[in-house]
């Protein structure tokens, strides 16, 4: 029988994360949440990074722009390389 991985994923809108980025990784951790979207993020350029436990994958405007829109994706370390 073949195994089913289950788990909690979130969106968000958050009209500009701003200074919540760092408490989000422990929100998300403590929800145990595998995946969140976050829209409207305002998040300038591309690129990945890495929190305390997740991998964050974000896309914005660029850098002459002034911010707005944006999207990111919180993958738990965990789970980051099965998907």
Known sequence: MKKVL???Y???N???LGEE???LDKTLEENN???SVITE??????????AENYMVIYSGVN???RGQ???MIWIQKSISNKI
Not at 41 to 50: A, D, H, P, Y
């Open 14 to 16: 958050v009209r500009g």
């Open 41 to 50: 993020s305002q998040k300038k350029l591309q690129g990945t990074k890495e």
């Open 63 to 65: 850098r002459y722009t």
């Open 69 to 71: 829109s944006g999207l």
């Open 33 to 35: 949440i595998k995946i």
């Open 10 to 12: 979130v969106t968000r």
């Open 6 to 8: 289950r788990f909690k």
């Open 21 to 23: 980025a760092e408490g």
